[in-house]
Structure formats: structure tokens, C-alpha cells
């Protein structure tokens, strides 16, 4: 029964996090609307514009080669198995133990290092600066990233996800500094990764500021719909990553019934909306950077991330 | 016969090979002879190591009566010398058997096939060597043999300059592992490596010791600020020989230093690791970032064979932490991990320096700018580079990602040592790894869209052709061997492992016992990595969800000219370049710690002359160590030149003075 339960869990997160990752842009785009007094699509618009994409068909540059074609959905297949490996709403996934959480960030470099390609497959100028800038912006942020995951391991004596998210659930945690710095530091890593202001705008189109969007131009049709649930799952990811482990309040546990989670998916509705609302807040408040000025912005998560790891051995009685 | 005995055998055999391919040099397939010969012999040599890791076989020893004359030439095959036998089994097999093919476009075949098989013999006795004579006069040999390889475009004026500067490394390590078996030796001259085992010495010795096997081996093996030899001399070489040298003689190398430090020497006090963990660690971000910024392909690989050899040298470091405050668990993690990076780097190296060779073969180009677009005419190997691209960017599910996440494993391991100092230390030095690996990553996505992907950047690349078979073989076996290390690491962890129990007498849980090749270093509360699973995830969901948009959505597709913003059939010279690509990262990271520069010539208004942008990237080692250096060494030599041009009364009166000198000192001494 118990293992039942777990390849059920393990599966509708699979389901949910790909269900949810519209849905959570639809938020972000309807709050932002909303601030600047703009009506704004409706919350549902993300799953028509991916739905209407993978109707049309492709439009394929004439010298797109093989590896073209197959990354959005390597791109996509590694953010989804990444993303159903960070828990949700209950922590004992079935196969949390496949991959730890320096696995789940390798999984996201898997699928960058993918997109990166393609931006350069078609042999545009565009696609060039997209992919050169990102794995700029990537190879501060992954470090920042993976000092975090310094952090966290250190403090959880873990680096398995579910056990970290259970460990900061219980009450031998307490406050820490350096926790205060591993969450802002991931919390800049998550925006510089989700190419979200201030590092990049996910709604621009302009040429000489957009880092994500000159990666992708050259894709359509349903290759981009791909792209784009991929992009949508990863911010899901971060969200859900910064939420089980920063803020644990709610999620299930290994041995919770039904209701416990019930009330996990409730919980976890409610973290997703804040999330949204909160990144649109900030979105809406900042200005987008020029791009050199980005790896200030992102050496600052890096230090932070430094920082919070050494003084974790200063402080370790606090 | 004994393991030993038929392994100095097959030494002996490759050792002959080069003069029988000078006796046969008119036959015409003396090439095809020479490689096969070296490629079935080496094959050999991996089925020794692997029947040693096994545990048969080992323990052998041979008493030759060459070199020194009380002690003879004294061989020993034990697990660690068993577990390299492998490497340089497999890689040099793999490399003759490119080379059947890739030979052929060798203008003067016998430069080559007079010193190969010799180099491989030369690398097998160093590994088999158990005493400090064999030793060196081994490790010499593998020094003067691939010297020669690196001549082998001797036309080359930079050809020449690398040779010249590789032999003065050589050189100069080959002096401090003297050294270093001197102090090992102590007074009494024991110079067996069971003598030098079973000596004692202070921990000031041991430490020299180490000092003295940091600058030897390190410098072989391309540990900063000793590399500089290693991006000329690597690429210089025939690739097939690049790829033996970047692949299996740094390994070699490492060899000789976990042999001395590690074995001979015992466990040292913990204030020696810190040297070890911060050179690989700077090593590891130093050579990345010129790796980034090289626009030669092959040099760019030796570059990143720098970083490489910084992690692995970085996780010696921590095995010795670990090991010197008794922490056998974490050493043997440590020390897995750096063995697992040694065999995943000659795997991928290897296959990315034949890579680098068949496109050399198919454009004769080496410039990334000039190339672009061969994964239009060369698919296969664009598709085996794509692996080996993958595998050495430490990405999951392929091989370099499982040792790297070893790695950092065993960076967090740091909290239980009781020194505060390697406490703070080894999470920075972590950070540092992980940039290092991010960076990776940026170098060879550059490396691979820029030389692979794209439109052509010049003729030669629209023309290229597919390699022959024999080297998309060899390239193919080195491939599949990236991806099956990669999925199956619980395998590899457990034939290292009796390598592990032999130095540190401490090993890894056997990983064949948990379920779904699942890695399990510690506990399973504590981490686990499931290779297979995540391949098998990534392929599931990757087949279904192309599998269910191409059934229930849409199939359709039309190909068009590029999108490119609307700006039509722009020249291909439009596309991001090399320099280009590495701009944002140069302006970042390399003003600071390359001292890159840009200049701008900018012509005034009205005049039609171009805009010229030149970029200024060096390696800071030669400007801030060997400028200097050679400059002292010339004026040293302006000075002590007037000696020359004495009368013989001067030099008389001078070698007078000097007796008197040495009996003064020698008076006071006694």
C-alpha cells in the first residue's frame, strides 16, 4: 500500500508540475498587468498560446541540422525529470534518491548546454549573442548556485532534496545567517537562470537586450511550445526549490495519509500564487540591467553564497 | 609467467616495434602494421590491468640486471599500477587503432612510427617501476620519446618553439623528481621502492618531498604555473598523439605523483594538503578560462586538459586532508573520485583530440573561426564529439558528471575535520571546482557551435568529407565508453575500488549491491546518484512527449531561410566568432585575472579605412613568472660571459681560490 502511495505521489507530481508551470506564468503576467493598470490576458492564456503553438507546424531553417530539432525536447525532457525530483507538496518521492539536489542543478546545466547549441545550429548572428550571454550569465550563477547547495548540505548533513526539506521542517534548524544568505543568493540565481528582470525580459523582443528570446528565434511551432513549457517548468523548479526548502510550512511527509496531502497541494497552490506575486512585484519595481552590468548582480549571489557557507563553520553553535 | 613478466614483455615488444617499422620502412603497409601491432599490444596491456583490479596476477615482482648495480632494475605489479595499466591500455589501444586511418594523412609517417610504439612501452615501464632508477630512466625515456612526436612537423617554426619548450620542462622536472628520490633515499641510499616504503622520515622531509613531486610530476602532468609546455607541445603533435598525450601521459604523470606521495611516502600531517587543494582548484579556473579564450581548437582542448588535471589534482589534495586526519571513509571518497576523473578524462580527452584530428584531416583547419557547419558533412563525428562535449561539461547522465559529483561529495565531507583552516578552505576551493565546471561548460559549447554547428566559415569546412571508418571506430568505442561510465559508475567505482583499499586501506561500500546502479557513497540518507535512471527518465520523457506532439498535435514541417530578425542570406561571417563568443566572459573574468586587453583603432569620419579590433589574451604565467625568469637567466649569462675571455694565469689563480674557499669551508663544517 505504502508503495502504492508513492509511485501515486511520485506520478501526479510528475503531472502536476507540468499541469501547474502555465498556470504559474499566467499568474505572473496577470499581476503584472495588473499593477501597471493594463487588463492583461487571462490566467489561462499560456496553456493556449503552448496549445495553439503545437498545433502549427514547424517552420525549420534550411541549414537547422539534426540537434535542432531533437533539443526542445532534450531540453525539455531534463527540466521535467529535474523538476519532478524537487518535492512539491510531500517530500517522500518515490525516486527522490535518483538524483540529489547537485544532480538536479547538473540536469538544468544539461539542458542549457542543449539550448546554447541550438542557438548557434542555425548560424544567425542573434542566436550567437543569446547563447554566448547565457552561458556568460550561467557560468556565475551555476557556481552561486551550487554554494548554495553547499549551504544547504552542510546544515542538513544531506544533499538528497527530500531529506534537506525534511530536515528544515523540524525544529533543531532555527535561524540561521547563513540560511538568510543562501536564500537571497538563490533567490538572484533563480532570477538570473528564469532570464526574468532584472537580468534578462521574458517579454521583450527587442534584439540587443534579450538573452533567452535570441536563443530561441529562430524556433517554432511546436519545438517552441516545447521550449517555452520548459522555460515555464523551470521557474516552477526554482519556485518549488526555494519553497520546500526555505519555506517547509505545510508540505507532506513520507508517512502524512491522504489528507496530509490534500493539504499539502492546498499549501503548495498557495506558495506557488505568493511566489508569482511577489516576482511580479519585483518585476514591475526594477529596471531591466545592462548585461554587463549582470555579473555584479550575480557575483553579488555568488559572494553571498561564499559567505554563508564559511560562516556556517564560524557560527555553527549560533 | 607472471602478470609483471608478460607486461615488460609487451614493454619490450612496443620498445622494438619502432626499429622494426625503420627496417620495413619500405613496405607499404608498414603504418597499418605498426598501429595494429601497438593497438593489439596495448589491448594486452588493458586485459593485465583489468585481470589486476580483479585481484589476479598482482603482487609479482621481477628483478632485471640493468641499471643501478646492487639493486638491478627491480618491476612490481600491484592494484595501482594494475589500474593505470588500464588507462594506458585503453587509451593507447584506442589511439593506435585511430591511427590505422588517421596515419595515412601523415606527409612523413616514419617521424611518427618510429617513436610511437616506444612512447607507449616508455609510459607502461614507468608504471611498472619499482625502484628509483628504472623509474626515472622510464619517465625520461617517455619524455625524449614524446619530444620527438612533438617534432614531428618540424617545418613548423611553433612547432620547433613548443619541442624547445617542452624539453626544458621536461628537463627540469625530471631534476626535481631526482631530487625528490634523493631526499626519499635519505642518507643510506635505498633506492628500491620497498626500501624507501619501509624508511622513516620527519615530516619537513616529506613535506620537500611533496614540494619536490608537485614541480616533477606536476609539471608533466600540467599543474599551473607549470603548464605553460602543455599548450604549445599538446597540440603541436599529430592528434593522435595529442590525444595519447593529453589522455594518457598526464596521467602518467599522476601516476607518479599518487606513487610518491601517496605509497612511498605514508600519510603526511594535514598542513600539506592545502597546497595540493588550492593549485589544482587555481589550475582547474585558469586553464578553463584560456580554454575559453584560445581560438586554435586544439589548444583549446589542451587548455581544458589543464582544468581537468587541476580537479583531479584538487581531489588528491582532499584525499590527503581527509587522510591526515584519519578520516578513511572521506580520503577513499576523495581518492575515488580523482581516480574516476583520471579514467573519464582519457576517455573524453581522447575523443575530443580525434575529433580535433578529423577535422583537421577533413579541412586542415585548426582555427575555430575558419571552421562551422561539419555536423552537416561530418555527422558521425560531430555526433561522437557532441558526447564527448557532454561528458567533459560534467553534464548528466554521461561520466564526467559522476566523478565530479564524487567530488563534491567529498567537499562535504569538510565539516568533520577538526583544522578550522582546511574547514573554510575546502568549501572555497569547492566553489571554485564548480566554477570551473560551469565554465566548462561555456567552453565547450563555444568550442562545439562554433566549430560543429553554424554555416561554414571558410571553403575548406564547406568541403569537408567524413573520416574514414577506422577512426569513427576508435572514436565510437571512446564514446560509448563516455556513456557507459556515465549510466553504469557503480561499475567503475568498484574495480577502482581495490586501488582505493591498497593506498589508504579503506574503500567505498560496493555499489553493485544497491538497486537501479545507484551510487551510494556514504549512506543513502546522505546522497545517492542514480545514473541509469536519469538516462532512462530523460529518454522516456523525451520519446513520449516528441512522441505525443507528433500524434496528437501537429507533424508538419516546412523549411524556410532563417528567421534572423528578418535581415536575409547574411554573409556567414556574420555569425558569432570564436573571439566573439568569448567576449562577455573575457570582459568578466579575463581583464581581471588575464589581464585580457581590447584596442579599438577607430578611423575618423570620412575616412573609409576599417575599424580594427585587436584582443590581447595571454597566459599571465609567462608574463609574471617565465619573463622574468629568462630574463635573470640572460643577464646571469651577459655577466658570467667576461669569464670566458680570461688569461690561463686568471684561471689558474681562480681554481686556486676556490680550493682554498672549499678547505676554509670544509674546515669550519667538520
Known amino acids: 500500500m505504502g508503495v502504492i502511495l508513492a ?6 507530481q510528475m503531472l502536476l508540475v507540468v499541469a501547474l508551470a502555465p498556470l504559474l506564468v499566467g499568474v505572473v503576467r496577470k499581476m503584472k498587468s495588473r499593477l501597471t493598470r493594463r487588463q492583461g490576458a487571462p490566467l489561462i492564456q499560456p496553456y493556449r498560446d503552448i496549445l495553439r503553438l503545437m498545433r502549427k507546424e514547424v517552420v525549420l531553417a534550411e541549414n537547422a541540422s539534426w540537434l535542432f530539432r531533437v533539443v526542445p525536447y532534450m531540453v525539455f525532457a531534463a527540466t521535467w525529470v529535474a523538476a519532478a525530483l524537487v518535492p512539491t507538496f510531500a517530500t517522500g518521492l518515490q525516486f527522490s534518491w535518483t538524483a540529489d539536489l547537485i544532480a538536479i542543478v547538473a540536469l538544468l546545466g544539461s539542458a542549457r548546454f542543449f539550448l546554447a547549441l541550438a542557438g548557434m545550429d542555425v ?22 548556485m551550487m554554494l548554495t547547495v553547499f549551504t544547504l548540505a552542510l546544515i542538513a548533513g544531506s544533499t538528497q532534496l527530500s531529506t534537506v526539506a525534511e530536515y528544515m521542517t523540524s525544529p533543531e534548524v532555527g535561524l540561521r545567517v547563513s540560511l538568510g544568505m543562501a536564500l537571497v543568493a538563490l533567490v538572484i540565481v533563480a532570477l538570473a537562470e528564469n532570464a526574468r528582470i532584472p537580468v534578462d525580459n521574458p517579454a521583450t523582443h527587442l534584439e540587443l537586450t534579450m538573452v533567452h528570446e535570441a536563443m530561441v528565434l529562430e524556433y517554432s511551432g511546436r519545438h517552441l511550445a516545447m521550449i517555452e513549457l520548459a522555460a515555464a517548468l523551470k521557474l516552477l ?15 507532506a511527509g513520507s508517512d502524512d495519509g491522504v489528507a496530509g496531502y490534500a493539504l499539502g497541494v492546498l ?3 498557495g506558495k506557488l500564487v505568493v511566489a508569482g506575486v511577489m516576482l511580479a512585484l519585483f518585476e514591475t519595481f526594477i529596471a531591466k540591467m545592462r548585461v554587463f552590468r549582470v555579473p555584479d548582480f550575480v557575483g553579488v549571489a555568488l559572494m553571498l553564497a561564499l559567505l554563508g557557507t564559511l560562516l556556517l563553520f564560524v557560527s555553527r553553535s549560533l | 609467467m607472471s ?11 612496443l620498445l622494438a616495434l619502432g626499429p622494426v617499422a625503420i627496417a620495413a620502412q619500405r613496405w607499404a603497409h608498414v603504418s597499418t602494421f605498426v598501429y595494429g601491432a601497438a593497438s593489439g599490444l596495448c589491448g594486452l596491456l588493458a586485459l593485465i590491468g583489468l585481470a589486476g583490479l580483479a585481484g589476479h596476477g598482482i603482487g609479482a615482482g621481477r628483478v632485471l640486471p640493468l641499471g643501478l648495480p646492487w639493486i638491478g632494475a627491480q618491476f612490481h605489479l600491484d592494484a595501482l599500477a594494475a589500474f593505470f595499466l588500464v588507462i594506458l591500455g585503453v587509451g593507447g589501444g584506442i589511439s593506435s587503432l585511430y591511427a590505422i586511418g588517421y596515419g595515412r594523412h601523415e606527409p612523413a609517417p616514419m617521424r611518427v612510427l618510429a617513436f610511437y610504439p616506444a612512447f607507449l612501452g616508455a609510459m607502461g615501464l614507468v608504471l611498472l617501476a619499482a625502484d628509483a632508477f628504472s623509474f626515472l630512466l622510464s619517465w625520461e625515456v617517455m619524455s625524449l620519446m614524446s619530444w620527438a612526436l612533438v617534432l614531428t612537423h618540424h617545418q613548423e617554426a611553433d612547432t620547433r618553439r613548443a619541442a624547445y619548450v617542452y624539453l626544458v620542462m621536461a628537463g627540469f622536472g625530471t631534476f626535481a623528481l631526482l631530487l625528490a628520490f634523493g631526499v626519499l633515499a635519505g642518507p643510506e641510499g635505498g633506492y628500491g621502492f620497498d626500501a624507501i616504503r619501509a624508511a622513516t622520515r620527519s615530516p619537513q622531509a616529506a613535506a620537500v618531498v611533496l614540494g619536490l613531486m608537485l614541480i616533477g610530476a606536476g609539471s608533466k602532468a600540467g599543474l599551473a604555473p607549470l603548464h605553460v609546455w602543455l599548450p604549445l607541445a599538446h597540440p603541436a603533435a599529430p592528434s593522435h598523439v595529442s590525444a595519447l598525450m593529453s589522455g594518457v601521459m598526464t596521467k602518467v604523470a599522476l601516476y607518479g605523483f599518487i606513487r610518491v606521495v601517496f605509497d612511498l611516502l605514508g600519510p603526511l600531517a594535514w598542513w600539506a594538503s592545502p597546497a595540493v587543494i588550492v593549485l589544482g582548484a587555481l589550475t582547474a579556473v585558469m586553464g578553463i578560462l584560456l580554454a575559453i579564450m584560445e581560438r586554435d581548437l586544439k589548444r583549446a582542448l589542451a587548455y581544458s586538459t589543464i582544468e581537468n588535471i587541476g580537479v583531479i589534482f584538487a581531489a588528491l589534495g582532499l584525499a590527503m586532508a581527509f587522510r591526515a586526519n584519519g578520516m578513511t571513509a572521506a580520503a577513499a571518497l576523495a581518492f575515488t573520485a580523482a581516480l574516476f576523473h583520471i579514467f573519464n578524462h582519457m576517455a573524453f580527452k581522447s575523443l575530443l583530440f580525434m575529433g580535433a584530428g578529423a577535422v583537421l584531416a577533413a579541412t586542415g583547419l585548426r582555427d575555430l573561426d575558419r571552421l562551422g557547419g561539419l555536423v552537416h558533412r561530418m555527422p558521425v563525428t560531430s555526433f561522437l564529439v557532441l558526447v564527448g562535449a557532454l561528458a567533459i561539461s560534467a553534464l548528466p547522465p554521461l561520466n564526467g558528471f559522476a566523478s565530479e559529483w564524487l567530488l563534491f561529495q567529498a567537499v562535504l565531507m569538510s565539516p568533520a575535520i577538526p583544522e578550522v583552516g582546511l574547514q573554510l578552505m575546502i ?4 566553489g571554485l571546482l564548480a566554477l570551473a565546471a560551469a565554465l566548462a561548460a561555456a567552453a565547450f559549447v563555444r568550442i562545439y557551435g562554433i566549430g560543429f554547428l553554424g554555416r561554414p566559415r571558410s571553403d575548406a569546412a564547406q568541403k569537408a568529407v567524413e573520416v574514414d571508418r577506422m577512426s569513427l571506430l576508435a572514436m565510437g568505442v571512446l564514446a560509448a565508453l563516455c556513456v557507459l561510465a556515465g549510466i553504469f559508475p557503480g561499475v567503475v567505482i568498484d574495480a577502482i575500488s581495490p586501488v582505493v583499499d591498497a593506498v589508504l586501506a579503506g574503500r567505498l561500500p560496493k555499489q553493485a549491491d544497491a538497486d537501479w546502479f545507484t551510487i551510494v557513497p556514504i549512506a543513502e540518507a546522505r546522497s545517492s546518484y542514480s545514473g541509469f535512471l536519469v538516462m532512462a527518465f530523460i529518454a522516456i520523457s523525451a520519446s513520449g512527449a516528441a512522441w505525443a506532439v507528433h500524434r496528437f498535435a501537429s507533424r508538419e514541417l516546412r523549411r524556410a531561410p532563417a528567421w534572423d530578425c528578418g535581415f536575409p542570406d547574411a554573409d556567414p561571417n556574420t555569425q558569432y566568432s570564436a573571439s566573439g563568443f568569448a567576449q562577455p566572459l ?4 579575463g581583464s581581471n585575472l588575464l589581464a585580457a586587453r581590447e584596442t579599438v583603432v577607430m578611423p575618423p569620419p570620412g575616412d573609409h579605412a576599417p575599424a580594427i579590433l585587436t584582443v590581447h589574451v595571454a597566459d599571465p604565467a609567462w608574463a609574471s613568472i617565465y619573463a622574468p ?4 637567466v640572460v643577464s646571469l649569462a651577459t655577466v658570467m660571459n667576461r669569464l670566458q675571455f680570461l688569461t690561463i694565469r686568471r684561471y689558474l689563480s681562480m681554481v686556486f681560490l676556490l680550493l682554498i674557499v672549499l678547505l676554509l669551508g670544509l674546515m669550519l663544517w667538520v
Do not use: H, N
Open chain 1, 123 to 144: 548560424g544567425t548572428s542573434f542566436g550567437g549573442i543569446g547563447s554566448s550571454r547565457e552561458m556568460m550569465i550561467a557560468s556565475m550563477a551555476e557556481p552561486a
Open chain 1, 7 to 12: 509511485f501515486v505521489v511520485q506520478g501526479a
Open chain 2, 427 to 430: 568549501p572555497a576551493a569547492g
Open chain 1, 267 to 269: 499549501v503548495y497552490l
Open chain 2, 629 to 632: 625568469l629568462t630574463k635573470a
Open chain 2, 3 to 13: 602478470a609483471t613478466d608478460l607486461s615488460l614483455l609487451i614493454f619490450a615488444a
Open chain 1, 237 to 251: 523548479l526554482y519556485i518549488s526549490l526555494i519553497g520546500c526548502v526555505f519555506f517547509p510550512w505545510g508540505i
Open chain 2, 586 to 589: 573575457r570582459r568578466v573574468l
